[in-house]
């Protein structure tokens, strides 16, 4: 039987798994240092916590759990003689798989809400699962990084997001733009365009804009029996070059301005802060508007630096005023973000910005000819061991150049080689794996040389 | 709708996630210091892998995944029509859980051969699945934390795991007994007994000898057509209370004396070591033969420390001779160990043997009286983050009672409260809020007081 994974899903071997580390150390440091705290939800959660959540779509792409035992026992009859799989799924699988961090954050703050002291800000690591086609930088499996306040309408948090955001690209040397939106400045442009009852419609053509062109949205517009002088006027707002133009052409629009004042106040917060550089308005950003109720944040890395660079959005969040609502809990404003660790995984890779000391390896490997300097050897290593030395033995005195080989291939910079010379003068030969210079080192004094 | 959670699954609150962390960094740290590598796999495996691997016990216990789409369309018609549930699995399910870490550990390393040197040593820190009736300290997802070498013979690995299991748990601050066992030993004791070929009747049967009694293991020999006088020679080895003793009895067992031998050579490992002095031979320990096919470990609590602790083995391992085999890749020798993380976090609860330094909160939360001093905190809150200072802001000036049992709450020891007068004085007043002392303090120094 010839092993492999499922399609989609990916084995993490050491390297991988320390620059992953690094992403995840990076933005975890970083949410701490803003006052969020950790928690962890199971990987499975009931079919009915996560059903209906993320749109028609979104129920197909969860997977699900098939129940334990005879599962067919209970199965629905109907469903089975008429071959409904759909129909079928709810009476024999009641458990799914994770999809995203924040409906289970919104189920655990409903659950949780006597142990917890609002607002309440936490951070959350972990894999989600989506049953999605997979493709290049598309997982079945992968992570998110995710922090959320609840419990508080503050645009202070919107700006801390921001400032989260520039810090964790400035750690990891990302030149990035962070764009940013608010549903109530589209919801404004809707009205005075006259499109109020065609949201979603203006929406989702605008929100193609860098895709498919004036034309392409003028043609999409149409197509929903939106004019072409309205939708001229809609391009002219969106495409407006800074937060005046908008301000003026949304005078007359309450909820317009009511973005706008949002805007202001966040602004507000960020005045003379290096973050603010970063910072782009851009009102075609219309992602997760099934959820977002204020602002929308998206971050892309800077064109004009990486010219070359093909890649999506790295992070994205928003507010969300009914965050805990559909668990029963109501009046739970929420502002939250999410970053995209496998997609910065693939950054990093591509621009080659990892850090040279986060391939960790141990101190030095022991290695010697024969059984006599092998004992030697083992007791030598319980002595930097007991020092706090990451040492090594190669197990056996096999031929010294597949020892050495063993070092290579681990990337081990010192090799210890013990023969009978060294024995005799209780040394060791200490060889530099990078230069390939070696010196006779005192056991004693290679503790200190190592730690 | 009232949220929960799948039974037999948990949340994390913060508190929880740092006695966690605690515990996992203890064991990672171990397995670094030792020159084990991290690898990750995925939590789903093809369904393929993982059957046929634990038993047929195990393999109702796996969770599995049903296919996405119209998964009906290519059931099995026979299975459908009869209701068989076992039998329509495999036709309407590709994937499951993992179940435990060492069989996708076996199928990563055969997989990635290539790309890994022998002998590989790695370790693993993530959940699995396992659809076992849910009970106190049992759960349907918990975390292994797992270390393994494979690709060497060597018994230096043996002396090593035990090694690492004293310092993980001298770290931990747990007084335990590492029970070590051969299997080989075992063998030889079934062969003088003349019993070889009831091989795992008489392990199932000694197993249990601390539960059942002398009388109750003789009893359950008999059961299986074992004398009374088989069973009492199989007793007064089983129960030596040293090497020597069993030595003598398995003098004429060349597995037996193989098994001794391997022993021996782990004890020399082990010379003067304070490991050894946790180390108790147990021939009655028979955890695992199913797969295990020389050492067996198992640590348990020292229950002459701790009484009235109630638990069961805390790590378990062994060395497997054939980990990789039914895989493809013959003689591919592995020995391993497995920390049980919930068990373990059970035993430091109950102990009470946490650090008090791992409860992480913020260094200061700032509260202002009015809007004017709310500004001016922001701005101060601005000056401590850049400075690296973890602090954060009630966001807004609300009663100053409902701002310090926010501070309280969350258990952060100093909060720093303005008004009027330390705007005017560019002071904050710092209150420490376990003795309840407060003073006047300037901006700039609560920086350095802070960091």
Redesign the interface.
Known sequence: ??????KG??????GE??KR?YIFDTIEGVY????Y??????????L??LTGKYGEEGD??L????N??????K?DEGA?QS????Q??SS????G?RYDLTVPFA??V???QN???F?F??YQIQ?V?R?DRPQKGRY??FWQCDADVVG?N?L??EAEII?MLYEVYEKLGIDVMIRINNRKLLNGIAEVCGIADQFMDMTIAIDKLDKIGSQGVIKELAAKEISEEVANKLLRMVTAKNLEDIRQGLANSEIGCKGIAELDTIFK?LEG?PSLHKVTIDPTLARGLNYYTGCIFEVVHNEDSYPDLKMGSISGGGRYDNLTE???MKGNSGVGISFGADRIYDVLETLDLYPDTIQ???DLLLVAFDEKSHDYA?KAL?KL?DA?V????Y??PAKMKKQL??AD??AIKWVGIIGDNEMNQNTVMLKNMNTGKQEAVAVDLLIDKMS
């Open positions: 039987m010839k092993p492999s994974i499922p899903t990916r084995d993490f071997l050491p798994v320390y580390k701490r240092k803003y006052g705290s950790p928690i962890e939800t199971p990987a499975m959660e009931s009915s916590t197909k792409l997977f699900k759990i098939l334990n035992g005879d599962f067919l026992a199965a089975l071959r409904n799989s759909d079928l799924i024999i699988s009641k458990r798989l189920r655990f409903v659950m949780h142990e917890i002291s607002p800000k936490r894999p699962w049953a079945q499996e508080s503050s202070i948090y400032e917060y802060r559909v668990f029963g960790e390896t141990i083992y319980l061991r706090g990451r040492a090594d033995l197990p056996e080989k063993y291939d681990r």
